[in-house]
């Protein structure tokens, strides 16, 4: 009778300490069941979901599941409006410009000591990538990759030219000088109604090609060491706009193009500058002879721009160690996947997988893969995102003539300083 009293007291002590706790108590026919919140559709949702399906199949006590949601701003706010009401999920994707945000608003765990229980390198992940997810000494996400700002070229456009050297290389000095050169014998050389360039002239990469060409000048942010105030080179930031301007303005690219992308891949441009997302879409047009390469150094150092995708572990209204351990495991377990992830177009955050045969056998990949060093990350800033939103607004103005440059890098500026004081 005694016995029976004592295992009764013990077991509802344990119980108490459990429910008290927020520790999960595994038994050995249940799993723990994860949920992941990701923006990757298109073609990265098959990639992401590889991974996923792998990590399921590779382990017997977790189950994660993939739950794609719509990308961009309306992601991020359904993500800390969850995490706010306590409702977020065990896991989340994050860019790594808009981990300041998460940060900030403490939407999000510092891995520090999920990392040590797991095990986790961080030796083994790019440095320049790893520095952008670290806030006060500690990490707030683990890397997936960099997608860089970079080139891509004709082959049978730069061949008939005269631009192609024996290795399928174009044929290009560095700096402005040289890309003039090499542009204005393209637009010689080729029919009237194929570009040197196809570039849109407002948005996304119009701004891109400005940031990389202004990073690479020296200068290594918009913003003061506090992010309450915009330091922006004035003189750099004019002689990037004005050659960007150019561009535009000496004909080698077409105005107004309604899809630039599919511009170059049709053979109507023998360049084009955009992201490394864009490799599978070439990738997939049948016939198409294509070479990718670093942005090429233009302004002094080589840099460009380029953002991450990251894996966050959002925080949750109980803390749970036991499924925030695995959620780090398999953070960790996505990190190690780059040689899929690489499919979509993106340079994996690990040096372990670019420098492995798997990796390099890949085409294109390995050809700006070193860009992983060079790209300029934005700060980290809360505003980012809306600040990045200011500089398209003030640049748009800038490639359609209707605002010199100087006037409108200011006008800049001082709508910056009005975002972040």
């Not at 942010?221 to 561009?247: G, P, Q, R, W």
Request: hydrophobic content about 40%; some cysteine.
């Amino acid at each position: 009778m005694k016995k029976s009293f004592w295992v009764t007291v013990t077991l509802s002590m344990v119980l108490a300490l459990v429910l008290f706790s927020g520790i999960t108590i595994i038994n050995a026919d249940s799993k723990i069941e994860l949920t992941f919140w990701s923006f990757f559709g298109g073609g990265e949702s098959s990639y992401m979901q590889e991974i996923v399906n792998n990590f399921n199949k590779s382990q017997s006590e977790i189950v994660v599941k993939n739950v794609i949601q719509e990308w961009g701003t309306p992601y991020y706010t359904k993500l800390m409006t969850a995490v706010a009401a306590g409702k977020g999920p065990d896991i989340g994707a994050a860019h790594v410009s808009e981990l300041p945000a998460l940060v900030d608003s403490g939407s999000v765990y510092a891995l520090d000591t999920y990392a040590k229980d797991e095990n986790v390198n961080w030796g083994k992940i790019n440095k320049n990538i790893l520095d952008a997810t670290i806030y006060d000494g500690k990490h707030y996400a683990v890397p997936l990759d960099t997608h860089p700002y970079i080139m891509y070229y004709n082959k049978n456009l730069l061949k008939k030219a005269g631009l192609l050297d024996a290795q399928g290389k174009p044929i290009l000095a560095s700096g402005t000088v040289g890309l003039d050169t090499f542009f204005a014998t393209l637009k010689k050389k080729l029919p009237a109604d194929v570009y040197p360039l196809a570039q849109p002239t407002n948005g996304d990469d119009c701004y891109r090609l400005w940031y990389a060409l202004y990073v690479q000048q020296g200068p290594t942010s918009l913003l003061n060491a506090n992010f309450t105030k915009s330091e922006i080179d004035m003189a750099k930031a004019v002689k990037a706009a004005e050659y960007v301007k150019s561009l535009y303005t000496r004909g080698y690219i077409q105005k107004n193009l309604a899809d630039f992308v599919k511009t170059f891949s049709s053979g109507k441009a023998a360049v084009t500058f955009t992201g490394g997302w864009t490799t599978p879409v070439f990738e997939g047009v049948k016939g198409f002879s294509f070479g990718a390469m670093e942005f090429p150094t233009l302004m002094g150092k080589t840099a460009t721009w380029g953002d991450s995708h990251t894996i966050i572990l959002p925080v949750q209204s109980k803390d749970d160690k036991v499924r925030q351990d695995a959620a780090m495991k398999f953070a960790s377990f996505v990190a190690d996947s780059g040689k899929i992830w690489a499919q979509a177009g993106h340079v994996p955050a690990s040096d372990a997988v670019v420098a492995s045969a798997e990796f390099k056998a890949l085409p294109y990949r390995s050809e700006y893969a070193t860009a992983a060093k060079h790209v300029v990350f934005f700060s980290h800033s809360k505003n980012n995102w809306a600040m990045i939103d200011i500089i398209k607004k003030n640049l748009d103005t800038i490639w359609n003539g209707s605002t010199p440059s100087k006037t409108a890098l200011t006008k800049m500026a001082m709508d910056i300083d009005n975002l972040v004081k």
